[in-house]
């Protein structure tokens, strides 16, 4: 089992970490949130019966006209485990917002990558972002995005 004060101190360190960190809050007794200066925010939560953390970043809501290859595109995505590091897209329900997720195993985990890792969370939602707000219809989400949606968590 996990204990709850090293994760909350491994969690509060990654702030020191990254200029961009705007502020961690501690949103509930096992979910955080990390927002950024921008205002993004990446999302924690301790599932402590599997000893990880689930990393989540709200990307939004895809827009109606181009719902199907953006859904495509994000199943295409979560087919490229090895290169996302076991990062992949869902839905939070039918007609719902984007979603990015991981789940990080806890041991071993020094604070440095969980930076790393929040910072790439951010990074890649903000693509997604592009993706989803652009109205380039002679190339797919994933052909605009290319190399720049695919990263290790």
Do not use: C, H
């Amino acid at each position: 089992m996990l204990d709850r004060g090293k994760v909350e101190a491994l969690i509060a360190e990654t702030g020191g970490l990254d200029p961009e960190i705007a502020t961690i809050v501690q949103t509930d007794e096992d979910a955080w949130t990390v927002r950024y200066e921008d205002g993004l925010d990446v999302e924690i939560e301790l599932d402590e019966a599997r000893d990880q953390l689930i990393i989540l970043t709200v990307v939004g809501t895809p827009p109606a006209a181009r719902r199907l290859e953006l859904l495509e595109a994000m199943m295409a995505y979560n087919m490229l485990v090895k290169e996302t590091g076991g990062v992949r897209m869902a839905l939070t329900g039918s007609g719902g917002e984007a979603v990015q997720m991981v789940e990080v195993p806890f041991a071993g985990l020094l604070a440095k990558d969980l930076a790393t890792i929040f910072s790439n969370m951010a990074d890649k939602t903000l693509t997604w972002r592009t993706l989803f707000v652009s109205d380039t219809e002679s190339t797919s989400p994933a052909e605009q995005a290319g190399e720049a949606i695919t990263f290790r968590a």
